[in-house]
C-alpha cells in the first residue's frame, strides 16, 4: 500500500461532461502529481504542485485544471470531455520539491472511461 | 519526445532466468529512477541512482548507469512469475519534469 488514495477508482461518462478526480497524498509528502496513462501515449506528465502552489506543467490541456488544497488533498478537473480523454489517471506524492530527487508514491488510479 | 527511452519494448523469458532491460535517455541528470507497473496497477519504485553512482543493488536488482553513453540498466537476477510487469525509468526533463519512458514489459514463464 503506498498510502496514496485515489477516488473514484472507475468513472464513465459522457462526452462534453466534466468530471472531477480526487487524490490524498501519503501522510508527510507535501508534492502531488498528475499523470496520464493510455495504450498509445504512454504515461504523460500532467502537473505538480508543492505545498499548494504548482511547481511543474506537463502537457496538460486547457481542459483540464488540478489544484492542491491546503489539507494537501488535490483535485484534477476534466471538462468538456472527448472520447480520447479516455485513459488511467495516476496521482502521485513525495517529499520532495522536485519530481526526480526522491521517490514517487503512486496511487492505483482513476479509470476513466469517456462514451 | 521522451526523455527516457527503455529496450526492449517487450521481453519473454523462463522463469529463473535473468531479465536486463536497458534505458537510454537525451539530457544530463541528475539521478534516474526505475518503477515496476503491475498490469492496471499504480507504479510502484524500485531503485533511485544518482549520477555519480555507477551501480545500485537491492535485493534481486541491479541497476548500472553509464553517464557517458546516457544509459542506464535494470537488471532482475533469478526472475520469478511475480515479476512479471511492465518496467519504466525516469528522468527529469526540462524544468523539474519527472518523465517516464514508455516502458519494457516483462513477461516470466512458468
Known amino acids: 500500500d503506498s498510502g496514496v488514495t485515489q477516488t473514484p477508482k472507475h468513472l464513465i461518462t459522457a462526452t462534453g461532461q466534466r468530471v472531477t478526480l480526487r487524490c490524498s497524498p501519503r501522510?508527510?509528502?507535501?508534492?502531488v502529481y498528475w499523470y496520464q496513462q493510455s495504450l498509445d501515449q504512454g504515461l504523460q506528465f500532467l502537473i505538480q504542485?508543492?505545498?499548494?502552489?504548482?511547481?511543474a506543467k506537463g502537457n496538460i490541456l486547457e481542459r483540464f485544471s488540478a489544484q492542491q488544497f491546503p489539507d494537501l488533498h488535490s483535485e484534477l478537473n476534466l471538462s468538456s470531455l472527448e472520447l480520447g480523454d479516455s485513459a488511467l489517471y495516476f496521482c502521485?506524492?513525495?517529499?520532495?520539491?522536485?519530481?526526480?530527487?526522491?521517490?514517487?508514491?503512486f496511487g492505483n488510479g482513476t479509470r476513466l472511461t469517456v462514451t | 519526445s521522451q526523455q527516457g527511452e527503455e529496450d526492449p519494448q517487450a521481453l519473454s523469458i523462463q522463469e529463473g532466468e535473468n531479465a536486463t532491460m536497458n534505458c537510454s535517455y537525451k539530457?544530463?541528470?541528475?539521478?534516474l529512477q526505475w518503477y515496476r507497473q503491475n498490469s492496471g496497477r499504480g507504479l510502484v519504485h524500485l531503485i533511485l541512482?544518482?549520477?555519480?553512482?555507477r551501480e545500485k543493488h537491492s535485493g534481486r536488482l541491479r541497476v548500472t548507469l553509464d553517464t557517458s553513453k546516457k544509459s542506464s540498466s535494470l537488471l532482475i537476477t533469478a526472475s520469478r512469475a511475480a515479476d512479471t510487469a511492465s518496467y519504466f525509468c525516469?528522468?527529469?526533463?526540462?524544468?523539474?519534469?519527472?518523465?517516464f519512458g514508455q516502458g519494457t514489459r516483462l513477461t516470466i514463464n512458468p
Open positions: 502521485a506524492s513525495s517529499v520532495a520539491t522536485t519530481g526526480g530527487n526522491s521517490p514517487l508514491h
Open positions: 501522510s508527510g509528502d507535501l508534492s
Open positions: 504542485y508543492y505545498n499548494g502552489e504548482e511547481r
Open positions: 539530457t544530463s541528470i541528475n539521478n
Open positions: 541512482i544518482r549520477s555519480n553512482e
Open positions: 525516469a528522468t527529469i526533463q526540462g524544468a523539474q519534469k519527472l518523465v
